[in-house]
């Protein structure tokens, strides 16, 4: 299995915190709030899509709100696939920085 | 929805709406609505505005990045699916794609030839300004040709300010061109003026176009006969002795004529040198045999010349034609006219018909349309039966709009294949059609600029219509009915019949034409002739010095081996004729008789074996064969009236302003008609005299066997009799066999065309026939469980067919008879249709549809029943 791309696998961790509520909106805010600036919807549609052909989100189609102006909401949600992909990077990550101290890189502390 | 929903900045909204048009397009609109509306409620509208403006721009590029990548992705799908197609049902994919490849091929070729001939001569800066002189003249019988006068040219340029320039050419012909010791056959040996170069464009690689065919005895020669008689070294100032003997200066390399000029040539001498030999001939009015083209100045209209050009010929003719009782009118002809629409039966080249032109257009059109509609009309009838895939991928969710794109993609996947396999097919297609039109094409489709985008939008768009209806169509069926069998595709049967007799007829009227032309070809090739064509080899050019001793070089002859007689002639059968007027005793002055004028020597007519009717051959021991005596044929005789030809005479009366006595010619004999030129012309009368001065070809008879042996002995003797020149000759039966060129031409395109006509027509029944048999198997199957024969079921599923191909039979034959009776016309002596052409066509026909359609049949009615109704 290829491993996931950085923005990947905020995307899917973001979906799979937000749960019920993941879509376009809240997806970019919570996103936005990780990377610390603001993230595009052409950004967040253009990976999504990758994410879906494959198959580690699935889409379900949501109820119209008022100030969507009658637009459906797209909901995504984590796939088995996905969160197994999930769990491999997080594998990676913890063997990545297993025996790093937090402070390594800390310069001026040395 | 509410009203006091705060409406987000309209323009950057419609950029948002333009730029997201992925599958998700609404979710993203959406997403920007409600976070403007929550934006515009917490901080106000000016900043939520800013907000979408400020995402709506940098969003803009990567949403429309995204949309062009899935839809490559979907593109990309869409193909494979495609293939996967084509290899499943290998058979009908070939069928189609080889049926429209090659109706694109044929289709192409015929438009570049078109293109082709339509380019001739449009490379000339002066193009629409040149015109070139040609003239109506009736003497006798009315005449046409593209020639003028020779001092007509400069006379016109001195008289008519509108006319800047005119340039007198000598028809370009075959010649040995010798430099030191070598010899070299030039094709295109041709004499004009300088002012030639100023009227076209044919660009000089060395010399001066100002001077170099100013002075007698200077030639220009083309950039590859410079470099096949030269080499690499620099041919200005070296000197080439051509075959009047005479050595001329080399001043001037043109690039090579372009194959789309309508007179081509290798070899240009200056017409200064005619003046220089003889300039009483070049002021003759009378000489008539120089091509003339005129430079017009600007906006000067050729028609209202023309008509200004009376007085011109009556200031300069008008006597002596007054005298011989003829007329003479002077047109102008536009350059960009002479190789399509003049016909003139002795032009400075072979030049093209429009007729032809359109005809091959037509056959183009008539081709594609036949081809593309088999294409169309088998893509639909094969889509039918995916009805039941429509059905199935509907229910597992598949949206109209994929389904549409779907069979669109694959017919146009189809299209396009067959594009490019008509490219590839084209390449080899240019050489056989090259020699099908007997000149080589040297065009492609990748050097017509036009070309390649009219194909690919003509495969685009067929294969648009191909999938268009069934995409529309299947797409839109119910799933249940669908699956349920309950679908019939009854439509378009009728469209089906009439393709079908359409391809047919075309079919029928090809073959037919292909028989009755080759038909006539073999008529013409082997009628009688009056004089035996075989085993007679002509020298076309003799000098002057041999003319002076022709008696030993008559002797030294006829002593090699192997040749049985020898004759000289002014003319031979097949190559021209020259006509005169005379008076005939008992017609009077106002009743000129044009006859065909022939001069021989007394071998000429036994070596040829033309045929003595009455009276006697001339005869060197009668003095007076010479000066008063002649030989008419039996055309001439019985348009006379002469039942007793000899001992009559022809009156030659000196003409008004002329003195001498009135002299008479007596006929001394008489030989049967033989024909002096191809069978498209009547036999005319025809007036032989004994006129040793007018000898220009010598015909020998050679003994059937060891011809090349006696070819050897004969360039031997030729080279002690005639040191100057080399031996140059032609066969009289080839020679006069190639007057029907024009017509094996079409023979031979006919024939192609036919053959191809009835392929594409058999690939459409095939295919149709296939899928008939497969939408019927379980009736086949049904009907043989009731007892039905083999036969009895090829009968069924082969008699539609064959009824369709006797109606088209019924509507080509009276067509077809009318067109070869119009084109039999051209041939005064001409074979008749006879009724087993029609009969040929039809089995031809009939045998071959069958045969295609019951291949599919016989298989289907050999199976077995059980197979067949199991096939669920």
Not at chain 1, 25 to 46: A, D, M, P, W
Not at chain 2, 298 to 306: Q, R, Y
Not at chain 2, 591 to 616: K, S, Y
Not at chain 2, 827 to 843: D, G, K, N
Request: glycine share 8%.
């Amino acid at each position: 299995m290829k491993e996931l791309t950085k923005i990947e696998e905020i995307l899917l961790v973001a979906i799979w915190r937000l749960d019920e509520q993941a879509y376009g909106v809240k997806i970019r805010q919570h996103v936005s709030g990780v990377l610390g600036k603001e993230f595009t919807y052409g950004n967040l549609y253009s990976a999504l899509h990758q994410l879906t052909a494959k198959k580690y989100v699935v889409k379900t189609l949501g109820e119209s709100v008022p100030s969507r102006r009658g637009r459906r909401r797209i909901f995504y949600s984590v796939s088995p696939g996905g969160l197994e992909a999930l769990q491999n990077a997080r594998d990676m990550n913890d063997k990545l920085w297993t025996g790093i101290s937090r402070f390594a890189f800390d310069r001026e502390k040395i | 929805m509410k009203n006091d929903t705060p409406h987000p900045p309209k323009f950057a909204g419609w950029l948002l709406r333009l730029a997201a048009r992925g599958e998700d397009d609404f979710a993203v609109l959406g997403d920007f609505d409600e976070e403007y509306a929550e934006l515009a409620g917490t901080r106000g509208k000016v900043r939520a505005a800013a907000w979408y403006w400020r995402h709506c721009l940098r969003s803009f590029p990567v949403l429309v990045g995204d949309f062009i990548y899935w839809r490559v992705i979907m593109f990309i799908n869409y193909l494979k699916v495609a293939f996967r197609n084509i290899r499943k049902q290998k058979g009908y994919a070939f069928i189609n794609i080889a049926g429209w490849a090659v109706g694109m091929t044929v289709c192409t070729l015929i438009l570049l030839w078109v293109q082709d001939e339509l380019s001739f001569d449009r490379f000339h800066q002066n193009a629409d300004r040149i015109c070139r002189l040609t003239l109506d003249a009736r003497i006798g019988t009315p005449q046409s040709a593209p020639v003028a006068p020779t001092p007509a040219g400069p006379a016109l340029v001195r008289e008519y300010p509108e006319i800047l320039k005119a340039a007198r050419m000598e028809r370009p012909r075959r010649a040995v061109v010798k430099f030191e010791d070598k010899e070299f056959q030039e094709e295109g040996v041709g004499v004009t003026e300088n002012s030639f170069f100023e009227i076209f464009s044919f660009p000089f690689l060395a010399g001066d176009p100002k001077t170099a065919l100013t002075r007698p005895y200077t030639a220009v020669i083309t950039e590859s006969t410079a470099k096949k008689i030269f080499g690499t070294a620099s041919p200005l100032g070296k000197f080439l002795q051509m075959d009047d003997g005479k050595e001329y200066a080399v001043t001037g390399v043109l690039k090579d004529v372009p194959r789309n000029s309508h007179v081509t040539f290798n070899v240009l001498r200056s017409f200064e040198t005619l003046v220089a030999e003889n300039r009483a001939a070049t002021e003759n009015w009378f000489s008539i045999s120089t091509y003339a083209y005129l430079l017009l100045s600007e906006k000067t209209d050729p028609k209202a010349l023309e008509a200004k050009l009376p007085p011109f010929v009556d200031k300069n003719m008008g006597q002596t034609l007054k005298a011989v009782g003829g007329t003479m009118t002077l047109r102008l002809q536009p350059l960009e006219r002479i190789h399509l629409y003049s016909n003139f039966s002795l032009d400075i080249a072979p030049q093209g018909d429009i007729a032809t032109v359109l005809l091959f257009s037509g056959i183009a059109l008539l081709v594609l349309l036949i081809a593309s509609i088999n294409f169309i009309n088998l893509s639909t009838a094969r889509s039918s039966t995916r009805a039941k895939e429509v059905g199935l991928r509907k229910t597992l969710g598949a949206v109209r709009r994929r389904l549409v794109g779907q069979f669109l993609g694959e017919s146009v996947i189809y299209s396009l294949l067959a594009m490019v396999l008509a490219v590839l097919l084209h390449f080899p297609g240019l050489r056989l059609f090259g020699h099908v039109i007997g000149r080589a094409m040297d065009t492609n489709v990748f050097k017509v600029p036009w070309m390649l985008p009219a194909l690919l939008g003509l495969a685009l768009f067929v294969g648009l219509a191909a999938g268009g209806y069934p995409a529309l169509l299947l797409s839109s069926f119910q799933p249940v009915r669908v699956l349920k069998g309950q679908l019939k595709s009854g439509g378009g049967v009728w469209f089906r019949r009439i393709l079908v007799v359409t391809q047919f007829t075309v079919s029928v009227l090809l073959i037919i034409s292909t028989l009755v032309i080759s038909r006539q070809i073999s008529y013409a090739k082997n009628k009688k002739l009056g004089f035996d064509k075989e085993h007679v080899l002509v020298v076309p050019r003799i000098s002057a010095a041999m003319r002076q001793s022709y008696a030993s070089v008559r002797n030294e002859l006829k002593n090699i081996p192997g040749v049985l007689d020898v004759g000289a002639s002014s003319m031979v059968p097949g190559r021209g004729i020259s006509r005169s007027v005379f008076f005939p005793e008992a017609f009077s002055q106002e009743e000129p008789q044009v006859m065909d004028i022939l001069a021989v020597e007394p071998g000429f007519i036994p070596t040829l074996g033309i045929q003595i009717a009455a009276g006697r051959n001339f005869s060197e021991a009668m003095g007076t064969d010479r000066n008063e005596a002649v030989i008419i044929n039996e055309t001439a005789a019985r348009r006379f009236g002469w039942t007793e030809p000899i001992g009559k005479r022809f009156v030659f009366r000196p003409g008004p302003g002329q003195t001498g006595e009135t002299i008479y010619l007596t006929v001394i004999g008489m030989i049967r008609d033989y024909h002096t030129i191809s069978l498209h012309q009547k036999i005319e009368p025809q007036l032989v005299r004994y006129n040793p001065d007018s000898l220009n070809m010598i015909s020998l008879r050679l003994a059937a066997d060891n011809v090349s042996r006696t070819l050897d002995l004969l360039k031997q003797a030729w080279r002690k009799l005639d040191p100057q020149g080399a031996l140059d000759y032609f066969f009289l039966d080839e020679a006069f066999d190639s007057q029907y060129r024009a017509e094996e031409r079409m023979e031979t395109i006919t024939l192609d065309f036919s053959l191809l006509a009835v392929l594409i027509g058999c690939l459409g029944l095939f295919g149709m026939s296939s899928f008939t048999v497969e939408r019927r198997t379980k009736e086949i199957g049904i009907r043989k469980v009731l007892g039905s024969s083999v036969a009895g079921i090829v009968r069924l599923l082969s008699k539609e067919t064959v009824l369709l191909i006797i109606v088209a039979n019924a509507i080509a034959w009276p067509v077809a008879y009318y067109l070869m009776n119009i084109w039999l016309q051209r041939f005064a002596y001409r074979t008749t249709i006879s009724p087993w052409v029609f009969a040929a066509a039809a089995l031809l026909s009939i045998l071959t549809a069958f045969l295609t359609v019951s291949f599919q049949s016989v298989r289907a009615a050999l199976s077995k029943p059980a197979d067949a109704l199991r096939y669920e």
